[in-house]
């Protein structure tokens, strides 16, 4: 009996490693990440020429685009952070609106910001540091000038991102006015996310009630069924009111540095003034809405 050849040994798998990996390459060289770079590109290009002249008298200023790149960075270093501060839910003790873990990393940087910003601290930092560059950049500031404050000069000096700025004129005549770090906008963002995390535990419970949903009293009697407490009137919103106290903390950041309150300083700590404005615009909102105790856990 004649015996026939055996099939050919398909290729399938290594075809699909072929198309993966042409899938993976498509997903890099795709349209959105080349737009990315570009904007980039431009960005880094604009602290060179900050402004191109227009017809009739008009300019057209770049230095936005460096705030935009400096907004994506902060929002990507935002959404790695906030996962490890938030309440999971996995623990018993700390319910789903529970503040004390994104409370307390905030007051530690806050304390951070006012003794690298406020302390005189320059002698310390050339000490630390053998590069010639850093050394020359610090030379340049003020024997009072604090390390934040001399990192910010430096960023000023040759643009990268970590600052964000105001500038005011246009080419030579054009003057960078304020200026913002990312730190005082990515950490301050982790709160506003909890409120979000907060206004959403909160709907739940209130779809539950409207579901008629109830649980017990956990001192071992089963029998007893306490209904859930649901918000008062007061429908502020944690979200909202971090916000909104993270509006009121820059009003009293330039108000202390407008009348030189805390004497004559070119830069402030924001996360001093910010910190405390979005906690107590939070801790208020809770006791108006009877939320304290899951809030900040005082009854446990």
């Known amino acids: 009996m004649m015996q026939l050849p055996p099939p050919p040994v398909s290729n399938d798998a290594s075809f699909e490693s072929r198309t993966e ?50 907004l994506a960075l902060a929002a990507t270093v935002s959404r790695a952070l ?26 530690g940087l806050a304390l951070f910001d006012a003794v690298s910003t406020l302390g005189t601290v320059t002698q310390v930092a050339n000490a630390a540091t053998t590069a010639e560059a850093v050394s ?15 990192v910010a000069r430096s960023r000023l000096e040759s643009w990268g991102p970590g ?3 105001i500038v ?28 979000f995390v907060a206004d959403g535990a909160g709907s739940n419970e209130v779809a539950g009630e409207s579901d ?9 009697g089963g029998d ?26 820059s009003f009293a950041t330039e108000i202390v540095g407008t009348f030189g309150l805390l ?20 801790t208020l909102t809770a006791l108006a809405r009877d939320e304290l105790d899951e809030v900040w856990g005082i009854g446990q």
């Not at 008629?212 to 071992?220: L, V, Y």
């Not at 918000?231 to 502020?236: I, L, M, N, W």
């Open 163 to 165: 600052l964000l700025e």
């Open 263 to 282: 004497g004559d300083r070119s830069g402030l700590p924001a996360l001093v003034f910010l910190v405390p404005c979005m906690l107590g615009a939070v």
């Open 21 to 70: 990996a042409a899938d993976g390459a498509a997903s890099i060289l795709c349209t959105a990440n080349i737009l990315a770079l570009a904007y980039v590109s431009i960005a880094y290009a604009a602290k060179i020429h900050p402004t191109i002249s227009l017809p009739d008298g008009y300019y057209l200023d770049l230095w936005p685009l460096q705030n935009g790149v400096n």
């Open 224 to 249: 007893d069924v306490l209904p859930r407490s649901a918000p008062g009137p007061f429908v502020v919103g944690y979200a909202t009111a971090s916000v909104a106290g993270y509006v009121l903390g």
């Open 82 to 107: 906030t996962p490890f501060l938030l309440p999971s839910g996995r623990d018993e003790n700390e319910g789903g609106k529970s503040i004390r873990t994104a409370a307390l990393a905030l007051v």
């Open 212 to 220: 008629g949903s109830t649980h017990t009293s956990g001192d071992g």
């Open 136 to 150: 020359t950049s610090m030379s340049t500031a003020t024997s009072g000038s604090s390390v934040m404050e001399t």
């Open 168 to 195: 005011l004129g246009h080419g030579d005549a054009s003057k960078v006015t304020e200026a913002l770090g990312l730190g005082d906008v990515v950490f301050p963002s982790i709160l506003v996310a909890w409120g």
